[in-house]
């Protein structure tokens, strides 16, 4: 893995993923064409001053990335990783998982495991309350997932638009994956780790990463009226795997 220690370094790295992916026709540079977007718009709100603590909030971005970027390089080289993150690779090779469930994994293992590990570490030796404002201003940002996943792929697949309209039953399988939710359980879970003794860390952390791993089941076994319904999606989606990560990066 190549060093990072900027955001201008994530933003390399998640280029040089991407680029890998489309020469290899990788599903991996799905959710990586995504959040190259997110951490572009977090690059842009530093810029900005959007943030109380824009040095702080770089470091996040950095440590929180990191965590996403080793877990992809380790799985190429087959080192263990996370059982979150594990289960977000599994299906990469697999044919019948749509984009959707693709991106959702990633984004299930990467905000509800990552994201809360990052803010704890980020605020050691301080009051992990103090990054409570900046925390809540990242998931503004990163709030935009769900839109982008929902609305930009129903742009790109507009045959997914027509039956997130006919049922609700895929909208229903997607609540769990709300940034509310996401964004609740991540800093619940930052500030129970950013009190737990040294020691007792890497048990929490293997805790939850084992609920998450779990909640990853429900986008793989979505149940037989869901399954049939994004069967006929996969079937629909058009393009080659590099197009489809392609047309995530200009949407």
Known sequence: MPPIETIDDVIETLQNIIEDAIKNESTLGYFAALYLKVTKKVKQGISENFFEDGK????LDVIFA??????????KENKPISASWEKA??????????????????????INLDLGIAAAQVSEGQPIDNLKGDF??????????????????STIWPFLKKILKFTHKIDSFLIDFSMKLARDGA??????LSSTP?????QSIKERDEKVAQKASIIINTGL?????????RVGERGSIAKKVGDLMQK
């Open 56 to 59: 702080r909030m770089e470091k």
């Open 66 to 75: 990191k965590r996403y970027i080793t877990a992809y390089y380790d799985y």
């Open 89 to 110: 690779f599994s299906i990469s090779t697999k044919y019948w998982p749509i984009v959707l469930q693709h991106l959702l994994i990633g984004m299930n293992a990467h």
């Open 136 to 153: 809540n201003k990242i998931n503004v940002i990163l709030s935009s997932l769900v839109n982008e996943v929902e609305q930009d792929l």
């Open 187 to 192: 800093w619940n879970f930052a500030v129970k």
């Open 198 to 202: 040294e020691k007792d860390k890497l």
């Open 225 to 233: 009226i869901p399954q049939i319904i994004f069967m006929i999606v």
